[in-house]
């Protein structure tokens, strides 16, 4: 049979192949590279004349051109959405941080852009570090404010961030301007409110010419990027042994606009986070020359504002994997 | 701190309402810590303040910071004949000042209404003149007072001694309260009528019947007051304010003010009895500089304020001149410490909310974070990349007995008295949470410390956990490897593992940088720091590199890194070898590798080479 004869009768059975064959049927019986109708076809290419060549290896290739996309459109026409083209189990979901890395993730993107490192320290700590230092002698009555899981006389689980506050005072050099968020711990009977371990977001700077409108202008600033830029802001003092002159950040409940309701407890105010401009003991007992520099610091309970920023009702379901991603 | 605000109206005048008066105590340091309910104001007391425990230093301050005058009472029993009958002596440390009076021919009865209103509204019950005398009085300066029957005495003295082993008292509401020793005692006939700082005692309480009484007021030293009521487990108006820095000066105002309300009250002759002193008076000289304070608040302006705001606040002002002001510290200030508290005083009465704000204008210093911080960021970050969804569970758990273990010994819950060793103990929770929600499928992570014992060594160190629970997968040990494969390739780290008491360990080396078993995987992240590259692989001169796969059987323990690391150096021809997949089979692996070269009419002959090297060193087999 002369070609020509052959490309008109491979053109008669595929179009009434394409009807009833699926796709990969009319591949195999057209393309297969052993026995394909086409593959075939193009086999006989190489002894053709030359003249032959010319006009029919052109017209092969188009053939082969135009059956092959036809297969390969049987999909498309065949179904009603782009989406069942797809598996979509072959995808993998990415994965998603826990609430409070998420939230140490922006805090930390807020204080980098303004000079800060982040600095750490050990969860296993002495007293001194997490007391001493910062001007509670023993027996203080502050030291009541924080009940203590010891291992032994002496050597504790972090209480607070302030011991990392006392770490980087007492290792690095001023000038200093660290962020340190970390889990810390507490001998507490849990609770939906209270539990033994969580974490804090504590920040200190020392350097020359420090003073407390640096420390208000800073807070300020971060007030707005977690809050947003109407959010009212309210200063008072208070007392904390590490800092003095101390410094509390309230702000204005933003459901009932200072009127006091429910959410605030009926205080107008919601209470964010304490800091002060560091005691002058605690620089002196890190080694820091507090006549020469100042500086201040702050620190923020971390979970109450992750678990209202995620409807998380209770501190148990954070730390007790208790949560899930959809 | 309660504050009937008709209470400090008795020493003051204001023409605030209930809220903005809460709105200044606020500012001041003294928060509303509750909504007001009929004008009585509930604020936060921070530690330091032990006068803030009185109306009269709420009052006090809240005057100085409204700059409207402010009274305190009249004291008139100042100078009393002395008759010592009681004698005291003092045989204990803990006793800074103990001082006493005796009132004869008193008429016990009720109060008068302004006390019963003031105690009422306080949150004291009202009892009977004597004892609202003696709590109101408690209230208003601070500090406690305690009036007893003399006539219930079998001596005429009282001994303030540590308690012996054994001893016991019945307390004035009736309970019986087994003594720890050394707990400070008054004693009388050698039995406590009173525990010191603590509570009064039951023998010797003022009753309808009482006519004649002693008062006493005492200082002690209150961290012993601290510890005792926590041992005792014994939390009352006394202990809040004895177990502070109480002044000492308080005892003898207090005592005075007492006689005069019961004398005006009660009736009867007051007389000084026997007292006892023995500590350093608190008030002292300080200086503030114009310099510190200008450093401190960023402002030279405030200096000009100090003198009127030392005023107002009851300091003596000794000396003033252009660059300082050096003051004598008021008696009931015990929390003054250095020169910073003045500046705080100075700021706080101008006003918080009138500190401007500025930024640090300063230069940035150098980034110090460490370099694992960096690290660990990045690790979370390809684990999400990876679709793993991160946690983060509290270490805690229930003693087991390991002696590796940490454990806390004054935990007060059973449950959590002991630190976890692997990460896995506690991210367990977070897979059984899943299974009891029905989700079938899912990978987690931490990062997080786990924290161990080495001989007296505490060593926290921190981990990276990962755990999966796959629903359509025949293995999920396989899907284990198949992340450790990519997280350790992520960082460039060859590895191999080697069969260990914690299941398999993955090793660089001879470093062991973790283990996993079933479905569960943990990482010591400072090691794979240490070793890891972060070289992002960039194919700058593309070689058209040729590929074959081997596949070969080998014993289920046996490991690929090791086998693939000997290969790579059979040839140098060879560019790379990867691990593809592997399938288990009882107790053998199916392991498939495919290795690269860019001469591929090599590949024959690499590929000899390889087999037959492999097979002999290590016993494997190929198909």
Known sequence: MNIENQIEQILNTFSEDFKTLDKDSLYLKYFSKTNGLITNLIKQIPSLSPDEKKIYGQKINQVSKDLEIKINSLNITKTTSLDETIKITDIKNAGHLHPVTETIKEMNNFFRYYGFSVYEGPEIETEEYNFRKLNLPENHPATDLQDSLYIKPGVLLR??????????????????????????????????????????????????????????????EFHKYLFGPEVVIRFRYKYYPEVSPGLGTDIQCLFCKGEGCKVCKYRGYIEVLGSGMIHYNTLKMCGIDPDEYSGFAFGMGLSRLVMQRHKIDSIKKLYGGEISHE | MIVPIKWIKDYLTTHKSPKEIAKSFTEIGLMLDRPISGDVLDLEHRMDRADWLSILGCARDFAAFEDIKFSEPELKSTDLEKKNEVEIHVKSDKVNKFRTRIIKNIQVKESPKFIQERLLDYGLPVINNIVDITNFVMVEYGQPLHAQDIDKFETKEIVLRDSDTGESIQTLDGTTTKLIEGTLVLSESKKPICIGGIVGGLRTGVTEETTNIILDAGNYNQASIRKASRALNIRNETVSRSEKFLSPELVDLAIIRATDLILEFAGGEAFENDDYENYQPTPKKMTLTRERLAKISGEDYYFEKAENIFDRLNYEVISKDENKITVKTP?????????????????????????????????????????????????????????????????????????????????????????????????????????????????????????????????????????????????????????????????????????????????????????????????????????????????????????????????????????????????????????????????????????????????????????????????????
Request: proline share 3%; no cysteine; net charge negative.
């Open chain 1, 159 to 220: 209480t607070h961030t302030s011991s990392i506050e006392t770490r980087v005072l007492t290792n690095e050099n001023p000038p200093i301007r660290v962020v340190m968020p970390g889990t810390v711990f507490r001998n507490e009977t849990p609770s939906a409110t209270n539990a033994s371990f969580f974490h804090q977001y504590q920040g200190v700077v020392v350097d020359k010419n420090i003073t407390i409108k640096n420390l208000v202008s800073t807070l300020t």
């Open chain 2, 331 to 623: 008696y009931f200030r015990t929390d003054i410490e250095v020169e910073d508290d003045l500046v705080s005083d100075v700021l706080r009465i101008y006003g918080y909310s009138k500190i401007n704000s500025q930024p640090i204008n300063n230069f940035p210093p150098k980034d110090i974070t460490p370099k694992i911080l960096k690290f660990q960021e990045k690790v979370t970050e390809l684990l999400t990349s990876l679709g793993l969804d991160e946690h983060i569970t509290d270490p805690f758990l229930r003693f087991d007995g390991n002696s590796n273990r940490v454990l806390l010994f004054n935990s007060v819950n059973s449950d959590k008295d002991s630190l976890r060793l692997s990460i896995k103990e506690t991210l367990k929770n977070a897979f059984e949470y899943y299974q009891k929600i029905g989700k079938d499928s899912f990978s987690i992570f931490e990062v997080g410390n786990v924290y161990y014992k080495k001989e007296e060594e505490l060593i926290e160190e921190r981990r990276l956990g990962i755990l999966v629970n796959y629903k359509d997968v025949d293995e999920n040990s396989l899907e284990i490897r198949k992340l450790i494969n990519a997280i350790l390739s992520s960082f460039d780290i060859n590895y191999s593992f080697e069969q260990s008491k914690l299941g398999i360990s993955i090793k660089q080396g001879n470093v062991e940088i973790g283990f996993f078993e079933a479905n569960y995987a943990e990482f010591y992240l400072d090691k794979i720091l240490h070793l890891s590259k972060f070289k992002t692989s960039v194919v700058s001169e593309f070689e058209n590199l040729s590929k074959e796969d081997l596949t070969f059987t080998a014993h289920i323990d046996a490991s690929n890194g090791e086998v693939i690391e000997y290969m790579k150096t059979l040839n140098p021809l060879i560019k790379k070898i990867n691990f593809i997949n592997e399938y288990h089979n009882e107790n053998q692996r199916k392991v498939t590798i495919r290795f690269y070269t860019a001469y591929p009419e090599e590949l024959k002959k690499i590929r000899e080479e390889l087999i037959n090297n492999t097979s002999k060193k290590f016993g494997v087999t190929f198909y």
